[in-house]
């Protein structure tokens, strides 16, 4: 009985030792995940907000696909050019009338005088793009000089335009103003008129005072723009 009491009272102490381990082991594990645990759900958030992200460029990478592919191709040299040459076909269509029609040189006289600034930089301009248009395409690098003097003189007309409306009749003589008034509705009497008599006689009146207006340096008229003047007082119908 003595040894037999001996020998579990030699294992007891062994026993409650690794318990003890154990539980202490147990503690400063739980103690360890307790501590974890804020530094866990950090992880956890942006674990999740980097699989969002990823899915979101994934999306925006599939949605750009059809964008991408339907962009245009750049301009050839070719496509350029006659994209200038219809453009700068227009203008001339522009300027001309401009210079052919009497009436608008009297309403916008600075766009017809080249002491204007504006109007100094268009015809230069236009001069520019004209000695460079051709009927055929001239291929490089001739196409691309014409193409950059085209948009240049597009933005001088412009330009000269918006100068020509905001100054109309400011560099006149206040004392000719109603001079370019009465031409104007002499102008548009014998454009209107039915009677071939009052229309004969509405353009002679207008071509003496337009003559008048240009030996005082007042109205430079165009030559174009003279010869409608001439032709329609000699009895043609007016253009």
């Known amino acids: 009985m003595r040894r037999r009491h001996g020998r579990h009272g030699s294992v007891l102490p062994f026993v409650l030792g690794a318990f003890i381990a154990a539980a202490f082991v147990g503690g400063v594990i739980v103690y360890a995940v307790i501590k974890l645990i804020p530094y866990l759900v950090l992880a ?5 907000v980097f699989v969002l992200l990823k899915r979101s460029f994934r999306s925006c990478s599939v949605d750009a ?11 050839s040299g070719l496509q350029a050019w006659q994209r200038a040459k219809a453009e700068f076909d227009a203008l001339r269509v522009e300027y001309t009338a ?5 009436m ?6 600075a766009l017809s005088d080249v002491s204007v600034p504006s109007t100094a930089r268009f015809v230069d301009a236009f001069a520019e793009a004209q000695s460079l248009d051709t009927d055929a395409h001239p291929g490089a690098p001739y196409d691309a000089a014409f193409t ?11 330009a ?11 560099n006149v003589p206040t004392h000719e103003r109603g001079s ?6 002499l102008l548009t009497t014998a454009r209107d008129s039915d009677s071939e008599h009052e229309r004969l006689a509405a353009y002679a009146r207008a071509r003496s005072e337009l003559d008048r207006l240009d030996r005082a340096g007042i109205v430079h008229l165009p030559r174009t723009a003279r010869a409608a003047v001439d032709e329609a007082s000699r009895g043609a119908l007016p253009g």
């Open 148 to 158: 950059v003097a085209v948009a240049k003189a597009r933005r001088a007309w412009q």
């Open 44 to 48: 956890a958030v942006l674990l999740g």
């Open 180 to 185: 370019i008034e009465r031409v104007l509705k």
């Open 160 to 170: 000269a335009l918006d100068a020509a409306d905001r100054i109309r009749l400011s």
């Open 98 to 102: 401009h210079e052919c029609d009497p």
């Open 65 to 75: 696909g059809p964008a991408a592919a339907s962009v245009p191709a750049p301009e």
């Open 104 to 109: 608008q040189v009297l309403r916008r006289p």
